[in-house]
């Protein structure tokens, strides 16, 4: 068995993170070409499977190829993307959708398609005769390697998986129980980075600040401590509070920074606002509010680190008062020292928002992003293509099932 890894530009964390614990029992060759790389071995006698993880800003550029592929070869999908929209993915023909822990779903299909195994693997979905059916679900510790030697990826270590909040724009607490990946694991994964040069250490957490955290909403100081001082002793620079393991406001403390100031190789610390309206913020489940920033900035900029604010402009339902209180929170947090990293609501498969349509984009952001160019950042205009564009395409994908039913390769 051949695994047909397809590759995109920019990182592959996801997956590295899916073959990483297969690898070294199977051949995975990365594809750009997965159609015709596929059929290439075929030609020779090899049994393939191919391998999607996707987000579902890729999932709109790729999915046509996607029912081309899947309607000769066996595909499995994995990713964000899968996990908030399956079935979409199976009418479009996929085999094998991994709504779960890819840890244990991508074995079991391997041992399924090499037909050692007539179990239906756990944490996935496929579609038989017309009918979703679904493995167990299983939650694995965060013991696997999250590097990939067979496709040179070394992405963020992933420290925290699943959430203890519950935002509606974000899908990451529906990963199951908050698991977090213990501390010699991450100690072997550091020095193998460090080995191979790359000294930045960076984490993926969907809250840097809580890892270990016995409760998941407060802060483990002991525990951050002894992850910053392992990668430090093992000849890493840590990262941690930044991107990709922003933090949230409530744990920007005087205590957590005097007691990891000195630990961190980061001089930004980012956790999100996401809008100034009250009503908002109860709407999106955020569980704090404005104050709540202003006193995290306020401790950051006490402590040297430069703030960084995540804003969402176009959440579902904002109006012009929303936009203004926002606007003017903004101003006041840049007046404080921090930068502003605005974005545009993006509709998301299997989160709370999914299906609201955006606000329209409202001038007041534009003006501000201008007056205060050198303090603000992000890519939120391209935000907004994307997401109309994500729209556009669950309207052609729906027009698409409407005239035709793929059917996805069963061997």
């Not at 996707?54 to 899968?82: N, Q």
């Not at 509010?289 to 900035?297: F, G």
Request: positive net charge.
């Amino acid at each position: 068995m051949i695994l047909l890894a397809r590759v995109f530009e920019g990182p592959n964390n996801g997956l590295a993170y899916a073959v990483a614990p297969v690898e070294d029992k199977y051949k995975v060759i990365p594809t750009r070409d997965p159609l015709l790389d596929a059929a290439n071995l075929y030609a020779k006698g090899e049994k393939v499977l191919i391998l999607y993880s996707l987000s579902t800003p890729i999932f709109v550029e790729i999915w046509r190829e996607l029912i081309a592929v899947a309607g000769r070869f066996p595909v499995v999908v994995g990713g964000p993307h899968a996990a908030g929209d399956p079935v979409t993915l199976l009418k479009l023909g996929v085999k094998y959708v991994v709504v779960g822990d890819g840890e244990v779903a991508l074995p079991a299909i391997i041992e399924k398609e090499e037909g050692l195994s007539d179990e239906m693997p756990p944490n996935v979905l496929i579609m038989e005769d017309g009918k979703v059916k679904a493995g167990r679900r299983v939650y694995t510790e965060l013991v696997y390697k999250t590097y990939s030697e067979a496709l040179g990826a070394y992405p963020p270590i992933e420290i925290m998986r699943s959430c203890g909040y519950r935002c509606a724009f974000c899908q990451t607490w529906a990963q199951g129980p908050v698991r977090y990946r213990p501390l010699e694991k991450v100690e072997e994964m550091v020095k193998v980075y460090v080995k191979k040069g790359r000294r930045e250490i960076r984490f993926i957490a969907p809250v840097g600040f809580l890892y270990q955290s016995k409760d998941g909403k407060t802060p483990n100081i002991d525990a951050l401590i002894s992850l910053l001082k392992t990668v430090r002793e093992a000849g890493g620079l840590p990262f941690l509070g930044t991107f990709p393991s922003e933090t949230r406001p409530e744990t920007v403390t005087r205590d957590v920074l005097s007691a990891l100031k000195n630990l961190l190789a980061n001089r930004r610390l980012s956790f999100g606002l996401q809008t100034a309206s009250e009503r908002l913020l109860k709407l999106a489940k955020r569980g704090h509010d404005v104050a709540t920033v202003e006193e995290a900035v306020a401790t950051a900029r006490a402590f040297g680190f430069t703030p960084v604010v995540d804003i969402i402009a176009g959440l579902p339902g904002e109006d012009e008062e929303d936009v203004v209180a926002t606007v003017k929170t903004m101003e006041r947090l840049v007046s404080m020292g921090a930068r502003i990293r605005m974005h545009y609501f993006i509709p998301l498969p299997g989160t709370p928002l999914w299906g609201r349509e955006p606000s329209p984009p409202h001038r007041l952001y534009t003006e501000f992003a201008k007056r205060y160019r050198k303090k603000v950042e992000g890519y939120w205009e391209e935000q907004i293509q994307l997401s109309r564009r994500i729209i556009e395409t669950y309207r052609q994908i729906s027009g698409y099932l409407s005239r035709t039913t793929p059917i996805s390769k069963a061997s």
